[in-house]
């Protein structure tokens, strides 16, 4: 089983998007998974043009060459897709939807209607594996990652993939700090490595797992208190 991730946050493996993705991963390749991690700092990804020259004139095939060439293959190959990144502004980061975007040389241009909506045919090339979505944010609620996941699951629809669920950590700084000074956070981290698990060997993740990586850390009024706390000691070290 081909898993191909790809670590949106600029942070790279210091991102506090790497302490929910690294164990889910580990536990993919625990259970037999092959396991590729692309942070998309490292790469260039140029934003589509959109002149739909992978659609027309060379059809399956972007004309701009950049890392995205080397991640086509790959893509094709995917059984398990991950995309990963914290919340910006109540979305993905810009490098990850640079890097969507670029998936449109793996579907046809002709609108074909299933279930009564529109949707793009993929090539005969194209892989119709899973989509799993990680992602960490700043605020407390885990309200915050709602339009991230609308996105991810009509993003599926029009790819032809299936949605195999989010792991969604709200008040994502907390976790980091909690992870540092002591084990209260631990179970977070081993139900994520056994999410990795579950997907690869029953193809699903439980709703319990799903639960508990995204489980309550500290209550609300505390949290905010600690963060309002460490950005003004922030400011004052910088006079501002
Ligand atoms: C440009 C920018 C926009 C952000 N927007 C949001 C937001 O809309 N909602 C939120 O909860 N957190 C937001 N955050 C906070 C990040 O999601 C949070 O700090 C997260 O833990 C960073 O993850 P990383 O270490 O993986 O990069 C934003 C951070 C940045 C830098």
Redesign the pocket.
């Known amino acids: 089983m081909n898993v191909l991730a790809i670590n949106s946050?600029?942070?790279k493996d210091k991102?506090?998007?790497?302490l929910i993705l690294n164990p889910f991963l580990d536990g993919m390749k625990e259970a037999g998974a092959k396991v590729e991690l692309f942070y998309t700092g490292d790469l260039t990804i140029k934003p589509c043009t959109g002149e739909f020259h992978c659609w027309v004139k060379h059809p399956g095939e972007c004309y701009q060459q950049d890392d995205m060439q080397q991640l086509y293959p790959k893509l094709r190959e995917a059984d398990i897709l991950v995309f990963a990144t914290?919340?910006?502004?109540?979305g993905i980061t810009g490098p990850l939807k640079n890097f969507i975007d670029r998936m449109i040389p793996l579907v046809k241009p002709l609108f074909e209607l299933r279930e009564g909506h529109c949707r793009h045919p993929p090539r005969e090339d194209g892989n119709k594996g899973k989509l799993v979505l990680v992602s960490?944010?700043?605020?407390w609620e885990l309200d915050?990652f709602d339009p991230l996941v609308v996105h991810m699951k009509a993003l599926c629809k029009n790819m032809s993939r299936t949605f195999a669920g989010a792991l969604l950590r709200p008040h994502?700084?907390a976790f980091s700090y909690m992870l540092r000074s002591g084990p209260s956070a631990d179970d977070v981290v081993k139900a994520a490595r056994e999410a990795g698990s579950q997907l690869v060997r029953n193809g699903q993740i439980s709703d319990e797992t799903l639960l508990t990586v995204s489980r309550d850390l500290l209550p609300l009024d505390p949290y905010v208190e600690e963060i309002n706390k460490r950005f003004k000691q922030a400011l004052e070290s910088t006079n501002k």
């Open positions: 946050s600029p942070k991102s506090n998007t790497s914290p919340v910006y502004v109540d960490n944010c700043g605020f915050n994502g700084p």
